[in-house]
């Protein structure tokens, strides 16, 4: 079993990362400063508050709990936020993954795990991507994202630590048995904000772009299940243990759903029909984005088990009908 330091664990993927990782009996350390993840988030380990930046907090705890492997989730995610305060992007994901980083190597941390994204590729060509897809991000979340896993390659190379990075494509869906789900403020995800409007937390929902050069004009995206997500560190950490090398990794299905497809389910799942208004495009969104997801499958012999988007839509939806926290 590992001793793991999951920064953001209190967030949305991190808690169900540290809930598997608690369940599989892994010692955990959660970091988190609880800007936008919740205390009732962590089931497992003891949940520390502070900054993923503060180098004599983060030293201390890896020197101290003799943390061998970090997953590394704390950052902001909203891209639209990204391209007004570009700043507040890097200093938090670019500078604070920095020194996070260079904490791990001089503490002697073997495995770093990061949270990458499917923003790193930009919009590509052809609207799926495998690893080797040119990256080249349209926003600064995706350049922040990028510049750390350049920073993390760089490092591994000239040290003794090694790194999975997972490029997340769409992720959504909450914990099946309800004990944890999705509670960003404000969220601006298209299932997030979809189930919000079912349960009536919304007066309704936007489609943004009805003129893409897709089947029915909308959006087209690869919404993966964060409970598959969540298993996909699990594997990470066990090939990098077991002397796997340092590896970056889609997280899809290979497939998706258009805004359409996605708010047709919702509707189904729900029992209702949305208010659906039609909007002009989001600046910044690609018509399509697709993992190839074969090389995960491979390395980390992972299989989806919730590869279905009404499994991923229940599981969204009845979060927003449990109580909050
Ligand atoms: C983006 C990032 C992704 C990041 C995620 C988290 C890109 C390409 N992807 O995902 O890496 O992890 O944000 O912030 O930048 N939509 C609507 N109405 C809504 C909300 C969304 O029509 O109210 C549409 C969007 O236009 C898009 C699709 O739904 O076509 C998915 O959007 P969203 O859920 O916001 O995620 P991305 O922007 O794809």
């Not at 492997?69 to 938090?92: D, G, I, Q, R």
């Not at 090694?162 to 789900?181: E, K, Q």
Request: hydrophobic share 40%.
């Amino acid at each position: 079993m590992n001793r793991v330091l999951v920064t953001g664990g209190a967030g949305y993927i991190g808690s169900h990362v540290a809930r598997q990782l608690g369940e599989a009996g892994h010692d955990l350390v959660i970091l988190d400063n609880l800007s936008k993840g919740f205390r009732d988030a962590v089931l497992y380990g003891e949940l520390v508050v502070g900054d993923t930046g503060d180098r004599d907090l983060v030293s201390e705890l890896l020197r101290r709990h003799r943390i061998d492997s970090v997953m590394h989730f704390a950052a902001h995610t909203v891209v639209p936020e990204s391209v007004a305060n570009p700043l507040k992007y890097y200093a938090n994901n670019t500078c604070c993954t920095r020194s996070l980083i260079e904490c791990c190597v001089a503490a002697g941390v073997r495995n770093f795990i990061f949270s990458s994204t499917a923003a790193v590729y930009g919009i590509p060509a052809t609207g799926s991507c495998d690893e080797d897809t040119s990256t080249m991000p349209i926003n600064p979340y995706g350049m922040s994202k990028l510049m750390s896993e350049h920073m993390l390659r760089d490092v591994c190379t000239a040290s003794a630590m090694r790194h999975v990075i997972l490029r997340y494509f769409n992720v959504a869906g909450c914990d099946p048995h309800g004990r944890i789900g999705q509670s960003t403020r404000e969220a601006t995800l298209l299932i997030k904000v979809a189930c919000e409007a079912a349960v009536g937390r919304r007066e309704g929902i936007a489609i943004f772009g009805t003129d893409y050069p897709t089947p029915d004009g909308t959006g087209l995206r690869d919404y993966i299940h964060v409970e598959d997500l969540a298993d996909a560190h699990l594997r990470a950490l066990g090939y990098l243990e077991t002397g796997g090398s340092s590896a970056t990794l889609n997280c899809g299905y290979g497939h998706g759903y258009s805004v359409r497809e996605v708010l047709d389910m919702v509707e189904k799942v729900a029992g209702l029909k949305l208010n659906i208004r039609e909007e002009p495009r989001r600046p910044g969104d690609p018509p399509g984005l697709i993992a190839v997801a074969d090389r995960i499958r491979h390395i980390l012999d992972w299989a989806p088990r919730y590869d279905d988007l009404q499994a991923i839509v229940r599981s969204a939806l009845a979060w927003e009908r449990t109580p909050r926290y």
